[in-house]
């Protein structure tokens, strides 16, 4: 029996999902990522594993977001278990903070190397380790041989690997399944209270493979991602079926 049209190109599009890299995981060794509506992105609405996902940054500011958000991913993928590797050339990162993002610092490795020849390699050869959940480098450039080296280590191993490129000027094209810009944005406070909220993100998807790119602004509470935008719509919801007018005590 023919299917319709729509039917006739899902069934392409997973036939092709194996030549790019992408490798169905098993019913129930799927790792929650706690990505919430941004899994609707990406084939089969799951977070793509055993791939490279790159991460580009303009400046400190945009790194620091960008390193954010991928522990608020890596927290997700070694929840129970695992390690992984951080890759850098300066100590940017306070291993104390990540339990804020689920991570246990005592299960990240951190390699500080100058070179970036030198952390591409050990990159590499890291990605190649089966026992790992997750190997992340902070370098500025990634040419596409590069890039296809890193791809081809992972689709041996399944491990998943991060590239966040800091102040990243020249973009050119590189074989990551994923590509996302993650800058600061203003944390959301329940109307009238004080201090600092949850880590807040602007997220852009620019690349995906036989995905959908978009945006979102999320925040990091309670080890999930959620989106800002839903969640400030259901606080004014709850307002107002309490009969509440924010600004006004009643007496």
């Known amino acids: 029996m023919v299917g319709t049209k729509a039917d006739i190109i899902a069934h392409l599009q997973r036939e092709i999902l194996p030549l790019q890299g992408y490798k169905p995981i098993p019913a129930g060794r799927v790792p929650d990522t706690g990505l919430g509506m941004i899994q609707t992105a990406f084939p089969e609405q799951s977070f793509p594993l055993g791939v490279i996902h790159e991460f580009i940054s303009s400046g400190a500011e945009d790194a620091a977001a960008g390193a954010g958000f991928i522990a608020g991913i890596v927290g997700g993928l070694m ?16 291993p104390p903070a990540l339990q804020a993002f689920g991570v246990a610092p005592h299960r990240i490795i951190f390699i500080r190397l100058q ?3 030198e952390m591409l390699w050990a990159m590499e050869e890291a990605l190649k380790c089966e026992g790992l959940s997750a190997v992340i480098a902070e370098i500025k450039d990634l040419s596409f041989t590069a890039s296809r080296r890193l791809q081809l ?4 191993s399944r491990v998943t690997g991060f ?13 990551c399944v994923t590509r996302w810009r993650v800058t ?4 959301e406070l329940p109307e009238g209270m ?5 880590p807040c993100w602007n997220v852009e ?20 991602f959620r989106d800002v935008k839903a969640k400030v719509k259901t606080e004014k919801q709850k307002v107002f079926q309490a009969g509440v ?5 009643s007496a």
């Open 79 to 94: 929840r129970k278990t695992g390690s992984a590797v951080w890759i850098l050339s300066a100590a940017t990162v306070f």
């Open 115 to 117: 070179k970036e020849k």
């Open 153 to 156: 280590a992972v689709e041996k």
């Open 163 to 175: 590239v966040l490129r800091k102040d990243c000027r020249n973009l050119q094209t590189t074989a």
């Open 184 to 187: 600061a944005a203003p944390s």
């Open 194 to 198: 004080p201090g600092l909220g949850f």
């Open 205 to 224: 998807l620019l690349k995906v493979r036989n995905g959908r790119p978009g945006k979102w602004q999320v925040e990091f509470a309670n080890g999930r």
């Open 245 to 249: 007018v924010p600004g006004k005590v």
